[in-house]
């Protein structure tokens, strides 16, 4: 079974799309001079790899609808990778990261080509500066490439709403998970800590990942009443699902499959589901582990493995990948209920139910 995400040969379409945008840009700040080169190779970067996941699904949102292939849906589809691109550039300067995708995270990059160039002042507030800037001109790319894609305008105008709430409800559910990495866990019942960790993943990522892609391209097409409330149902499990096994990857994942660090989200202490259900699960002696090292940014390749020992023995890995499971199921029971969509694109988005949840990076 071939990959989903390369159906219509999707993927190296839509690389043709940014690439083809990024050098529009290129243009349009030539009169800036070479200063601002490092500013676009940032984004150029970024945007010549990864999964183009939310790309697929504006994709075949819009052929569920019986919308027609075309170079300007892609260039629709694309927007799609230039948003994550602002969230992941903005996402590594708040966990501090220093990788992604196998690469100096972008403030890393920026800090580099400071210090290489001798310049004045702090290269690390140099760094943080420059990603703030290119993340924020991938969030104002966006709105130029949704608007400019092609498609007709009225559809446009029908999807504008799930668009806007789309890139509001991501910038606050980063904020979300900001606030959670701040408030205390300690006392609390697993429930609470699990229903926290939840709905960070909801807003921070389920939507943005799954369903809000979806629904643009559905809602552009002219889907609406029962079938968009199914396609809404599919978008969040699975979104959920996703990221559930994302967060398993950031404990577990392999480095040279995942492009991160091994343990990388250990040492950023993140409080994923994954660690909620550690926490509840492990026996006293672990919990004091989870406790004393998590968060830790100079956590070695031991103190990784042991508590990846102790979240293994807590149980916590079994419940994840249960409720993984469960909620993939959901999705596709949601999509076969699915009224008067398109049958090859519903095929797709049924592949893609498994491409999203099984896999390893």
Same mark, same amino acid.
């Given at each position: 079974m071939?990959?989903?995400?390369?159906?219509?040969?999707?993927?190296?379409?839509?690389?043709?799309?940014?690439?083809?945008?990024l050098d529009h840009q290129r243009t349009v700040l030539a009169e800036l001079g070479s200063d601002v080169d490092d500013l676009v190779a940032?984004?150029?970067?970024?945007?010549?790899?990864?999964?183009?996941?939310?790309?697929?699904?504006?994709?075949?949102?819009?052929?569920?609808?019986?919308? $027609?292939?075309?170079?300007?849906?892609?260039?629709?589809?694309?927007?799609m990778e230039v948003f994550q691109a602002a969230a992941l550039i903005h996402d590594d300067v708040m966990d501090d990261s220093d990788v992604r995708r196998g690469m100096p995270a972008a403030h890393r990059t920026f800090a580099a080509r400071h210090r290489e160039r001798g310049w004045d002042g702090s290269a690390e507030r140099f760094g943080l500066s420059g990603a703030i800037l290119a993340g924020n001109l991938c969030l104002n790319w966006t709105?130029?490439?949704?608007?400019?894609?092609?498609?007709?305008?009225?559809?446009?105008?029908?999807?504008?709403?799930?668009?806007?709430?789309?890139?509001?409800?991501?910038?606050a559910g980063q904020f979300l998970d900001v606030v959670e990495s701040a408030r205390p866990w300690a006392g609390l019942p697993e429930a609470e800590r699990v229903a926290r960790?939840?709905?960070?993943?909801?807003?921070?990522?389920?939507?943005?990942?799954?369903?809000? $892609?979806?629904l643009i391209g559905a809602t552009a097409a002219?889907?609406?009443g029962d079938a968009l409330a199914v396609l809404s149902r599919f978008g969040l499990d699975l979104g959920h699902a996703f990221q559930l096994r994302d967060d398993v990857l950031g404990v577990f994942g392999d480095p040279d499959t995942t492009g991160k660090p091994a343990g990388d989200d250990l040492r950023e202490g993140k409080r994923t589901v994954l660690v909620a259900h550690a926490l509840a699960g492990?026996?006293? $002696?672990?919990?004091?582990?989870?406790?004393?090292?998590?968060?830790? $940014?100079?956590?070695?390749?031991?103190?990784?493995?042991?508590?990846?020992?102790?979240?293994?023995?807590?149980?916590?890995?079994?419940?994840?990948?249960?409720?993984?499971?469960?909620l993939a199921d959901?999705?596709?029971?949601?999509?076969?209920?699915?009224?008067?969509?398109?049958?090859?694109?519903?095929?797709?988005?049924?592949?893609?139910?498994?491409a999203t949840t099984d896999r390893s990076a």
């Open positions: 071939g990959n989903p995400l390369d159906a219509v040969d999707l993927r190296a379409r839509v690389q043709s799309a940014l690439d083809a945008f940032a984004v150029s970067t970024l945007a010549s790899g990864g999964k183009r996941i939310r790309a697929a699904f504006l994709y075949w949102g819009y052929r569920a609808g019986g919308g $027609p292939d075309s170079d300007a849906l892609v260039r629709l589809a694309a927007a709105e130029e490439l949704y608007a400019t894609c092609g498609l007709p305008g009225a559809e446009l105008a029908r999807a504008r709403r799930a668009f806007d709430t789309m890139r509001t409800q991501l910038m960790a939840h709905r960070v993943i909801r807003y921070k990522s389920a939507k943005y990942t799954v369903e809000h $892609p979806l002219g889907v609406d492990a026996d006293a $002696p672990g919990r004091r582990l989870l406790t004393d090292l998590l968060g830790r $940014p100079d956590l070695d390749t031991a103190q990784v493995a042991a508590l990846r020992e102790v979240i293994v023995a807590s149980g916590a890995v079994d419940a994840v990948e249960k409720e993984i499971s469960v959901r999705a596709r029971e949601a999509l076969a209920d699915a009224p008067g969509l398109d049958p090859e694109a519903t095929a797709v988005l049924a592949d893609l139910v498994r």
